[in-house]
């Protein structure tokens, strides 16, 4: 069974940062891609940030871009998404989510909560 659980969310300051993550287990983490959407109240989930299966291809929306990182570590089967620099408008639900490599099925996490508050 497919389990997707992120940690990692709270309350910070403008300028903050903070560090996701995302505990995998039921696939081989490392065969798949990894990504990092994010939902703000009223608006569509968006892509924040994705991974190859083996790190070495990341990509980022450009709203994020020179502020966060995404990595991952297959021997954890952890995907992390620190975030440096956030503002207010990165304020939203974050999701991490993985496709399946034979069946392209999505999975989900149930997402952490991120408020850039001062």
């Known amino acids: 069974q497919v389990q997707l659980v992120e940690s990692g969310g709270g309350l910070v300051q403008p300028g903050g940062s903070l560090r996701l993550s995302c505990a995998a287990s039921?696939?081989?983490?490392?065969?798949?891609?990894m990504s990092w959407y994010r939902q703000a109240p009223g608006k569509e989930r968006e892509l924040v940030a994705a991974?190859?299966?083996?790190?070495?291809?990341?990509n980022y929306a450009d709203s994020v871009k020179g502020r966060f990182t995404i990595s991952r570590d297959n021997f954890k089967n952890t995907v992390y998404l620190q975030m440096n620099s956030l503002k207010p408008e990165d304020t939203a639900v974050y999701y991490c989510?993985?496709?399946?490599?034979?069946?392209?099925?999505?999975?989900w996490g149930q997402g952490t909560q991120v408020t850039v508050s001062s």
């Open positions: 989510k993985a496709i399946m490599a034979d069946t392209f099925r999505a999975y």
């Open positions: 039921g696939f081989t983490f490392s065969s798949v891609a």
């Open positions: 991974i190859t299966d083996a790190g070495g291809i990341t």
